[in-house]
């Protein structure tokens, strides 16, 4: 059992940065795949970032590419998403989520947080 909070979320202007962490409890988070996905109002749940879990690789959706950095810390046990170039399409809530496998399909995460929101002003 893997229990997920997400904090660092807020309002933030077009082309700025915002730090997103995810704490997890548990003492076998260091044997899953991490990932980030983003939900925006009326739209479907979407993939931002994964990482696997010795943090060796890691894998981007082409919107956030460039912009979004995944990192994870064992030792902490938390995965962090920084996001710079903001824009406000990036407006959404965020989630961070725990896999067994290392993907970018939401149907293989096993466990998920409740969401931090992030908002882009124009």
């Known amino acids: 059992q893997v229990q997920l909070v997400e904090s660092g979320g807020g309002l933030v202007q077009a082309g700025g940065s915002l730090r997103l962490s995810c704490a997890a409890s548990g003492r076998t988070f260091s044997s899953y795949a991490m990932g980030w996905f983003r939900q925006a109002p009326e739209k479907e749940r979407e993939f931002v970032a994964a990482?696997?879990?010795?943090?060796?690789?890691?894998h981007y959706a082409d919107s956030t590419k460039g912009r979004f950095t995944i990192s994870r810390d064992n030792a902490k046990n938390t995965v962090y998403l920084q996001m710079s170039s903001l824009k406000p399409e990036d407006t959404a809530i965020y989630y961070c989520?725990?896999?067994?496998?290392?993907?970018?399909?939401?149907?293989?995460?096993?466990?998920w947080g409740q969401g931090t929101q992030v908002t882009v002003s124009s």
């Open positions: 990482i696997t879990w010795s943090g060796g690789s890691t």
């Open positions: 989520a725990a896999s067994p496998s290392y993907s970018y399909s939401p149907r293989t995460y096993h466990y």
